[in-house]
């Protein structure tokens, strides 16, 4: 068997103009097998270092409107790790206490997690692997769109984990799971990578998940799943159970997409999302004779007086690149816009009547267009309706108005019922047809709770927003 390329070279980069540096894993690794059959194959030295760059995390949270997230979720097959697979309520103090992990990115203390591990916190306390010391955390920031979150520690000379990059991950790799499931201490599960670029699950607002049947279970959210070099390829985040448990289907959130947004957080304190203001398809088999370029992103319906509008895009055009980079699908493009800071100039390719044309376009905010700040709705992301959704959520074509892309954990939409899938049709005596419409509306509405209609599952129920 060859040597496991060597994990003690380390690069750093900085981002964004914030204070943490990355330690990259060496680029192009070699990808083998075993070749003798005298050796027993052990990964052991290749993933201690990772081991010791994941953290427990414990968090507490006083409140009085306690809700399991496992009985009540929004979806019955997705599972958020909130914890080692149970919330304790202790109900004189009014307590919530729950468990995940962490992962170590710098020697100064910045750690990742997942959003739904620490959001809302009251107390967050982080535990190093093999030792009993507890540290008193930070909040730094969270990104509800990603389900990430960066807190921090203070703590000097930690080992921070190693970095790989989406280049190098490929289908069938082996990978390890590290995390702390339902509270029983730092584990280690194997698996391989079981497929790159999962999207529309339904569990996050922005995805390009990794899929990896690593045992992963409830606790091991905001914890590595690593190569078998030890460099972490992402943070895991959700699985597909009807038990709970682990059925061999988790979804990690991947490294380059963890780069982007917590040097963002770092920086910044948030996450601006560029927009573009279009609804989106792919190329089908049916519209391949109509382009020059095979793939891309369609696009379908362009928001008046929008980003795309002012800038000239129109309806069949076919965006097939930004910035340089390729567009090949519909999610693509979402990432790769949604990558850009707002007011930032972007060159977007198209394809119009098989010609080729270009056009620099200052992009806008998602913030106000897609998410919703009303009171009454805090914590709703809006879309449009598109082909994809409409199979996912089998939507029929003659109903219209505003997807429910995501719910926040613990906010007042999610209280109110609203469940991720929902398409918002009336407020009031007002009907809504698309998320600008619902922005309108709320802004023009007096305060106070109002009655929204939604479509779900082929029925029309009423929520009361307060």
Excluded: C
Aim: no cysteine; proline share 5%; charged share 20%.
């Amino acid at each position: 068997m060859k040597k496991l390329i060597s994990i003690s070279m380390m690069a750093v980069i900085a981002l964004y103009g914030g204070n943490i540096t990355f330690r990259d894993a060496p680029p192009n690794p070699l990808h083998t097998i075993p070749s003798s059959p005298n050796e027993i194959l052990s990964f052991n030295s290749a993933i201690k270092d990772a081991m010791g760059s994941v953290v427990n995390i414990s968090i507490k949270k006083h409140s009085s409107n306690f809700k399991s997230p496992y009985s009540e979720a929004n979806d019955p097959l997705f599972e958020f790790f909130f914890g080692p697979g149970y919330r304790q309520q202790i109900p004189k103090e009014r307590l919530e206490r729950a468990l995940g992990s962490g992962v170590i990115l710098s020697k100064d203390g910045y750690i990742v997690t997942n959003n739904h591990v620490v959001a809302d916190a009251d107390e967050i306390t982080v535990t190093l692997n093999n030792s009993d010391k507890e540290y008193s955390a930070k909040l730094i920031g969270v990104d509800p769109g990603s389900d990430l979150a960066v807190i921090k520690i203070e703590a000097d000379g930690l080992v921070p984990v190693m970095l790989s990059t989406a280049n190098d991950i490929k289908l069938g790799d082996v990978v390890f799971a590290i995390g702390n499931p339902f509270g029983v201490g730092e584990t280690v599960t194997q698996g391989i990578v079981s497929a790159l670029n999962k999207h529309s699950m339904g569990i996050n607002q922005y995805e390009d998940f990794i899929q990896t049947d690593a045992s992963i279970n409830p606790g091991n959210s905001g914890g590595a799943l690593v190569d078998s070099r030890g460099a972490l390829i992402g943070i895991n985040s959700a699985i597909i159970s009807k038990s709970g448990g682990n059925n061999g289907i988790g979804f990690t959130i991947p490294v380059d997409m963890m780069r982007d947004v917590v040097g963002k957080l770092i920086s910044d304190g948030k996450v601006q999302r560029g927009y573009l203001g279009v609804m989106i398809s792919k190329v089908t088999e049916q519209m391949r004779p109509l382009y020059k370029h095979g793939e891309g992103a369609v696009i379908t319906d362009v928001q008046a007086d929008g980003t795309a509008d002012k800038a000239g895009l129109k309806r069949g055009d076919l965006i097939y690149a930004v910035n340089g980079r390729t567009v090949d699908s519909p999610n693509a493009l979402q990432r790769i816009i949604s990558q850009i800071k707002p007011g930032m100039t972007a060159t977007v390719s198209f394809e119009r009547d098989q010609k080729d044309l270009q056009k620099e376009i200052t992009l806008g905010s998602n913030e106000g267009s897609n998410t919703i700040d009303d009171s009454s709705l805090k914590g709703l992301s809006l879309a449009q309706i598109d082909p994809k959704s409409t199979q996912q959520y089998q939507i029929p074509s003659n109903v219209s108005g505003a997807l429910v892309s995501a719910v926040a954990q613990g906010s007042g939409a999610e209280k109110d019922g609203f469940q991720v899938g929902d398409v918002i049709i009336q407020i009031e005596n007002q009907t809504v047809t698309s998320p600008a419409d619902v922005a309108k509306v709320l802004r023009e509405s007096p305060s106070g709770a109002k009655r929204i209609y939604i479509y779900r599952g082929g029925r029309v129920l009423l929520l009361v927003a307060h």
